[in-house]
């Protein structure tokens, strides 16, 4: 599968953005797919993933309640919707897919072997 990140750009804090991947095909019941993030000096980190069967999502303790993760699957896209952005949420975001992805994996970056290029995200104050 082919991965496409879009979306990024610089807000305030407190604003709002939607990240979308573009998928080559279908992810449902196909692809678990996950955002990472990478600041400038720091490790890719995860963000929010959603699981390849039966849809069930999980995120980051630093972006529960700001941030959705869901699929379009009309679209072929999984959008992540980040709400109350704070200055710590400025990296470069990635999306990742794996169709093998084991539950106790679903953070690690390692796990995910399709990636798209990523979107930069800049939340100033």
């Known amino acids: 599968v082919q991965l496409q990140a879009s979306g990024g750009g610089s807000v305030h804090t407190g604003g709002s953005l939607r990240l979308s991947c573009a998928t080559s095909?279908?992810?449902?019941?196909?692809?678990?797919v996950a955002w990472f993030r990478q600041a400038i000096g720091k490790e890719r980190e995860f963000v929010a993933g959603?699981?390849?069967?039966?849809?069930?999502?999980y995120y980051e303790d630093s972006v529960k309640g700001r941030f959705v993760i869901s699929r379009d699957n009309a679209k072929n896209t999984v959008l992540l919707q980040m709400d109350n952005l704070k200055s710590e949420d400025t990296a470069v975001y990635y999306c990742?897919?794996?169709?093998?992805?084991?539950?106790?994996?679903?953070?690690?970056?390692?796990?995910?072997?399709?990636w798209g290029q990523g979107t930069q995200v800049t939340v100033s104050s």
């Open positions: 095909e279908r992810t449902s019941n196909r692809y678990t």
């Open positions: 990742a897919a794996s169709a093998t992805v084991i539950l106790s994996e679903r953070m690690n970056d390692r796990a995910y072997g399709n």
């Open positions: 959603i699981m390849r069967s039966g849809g069930r999502t």
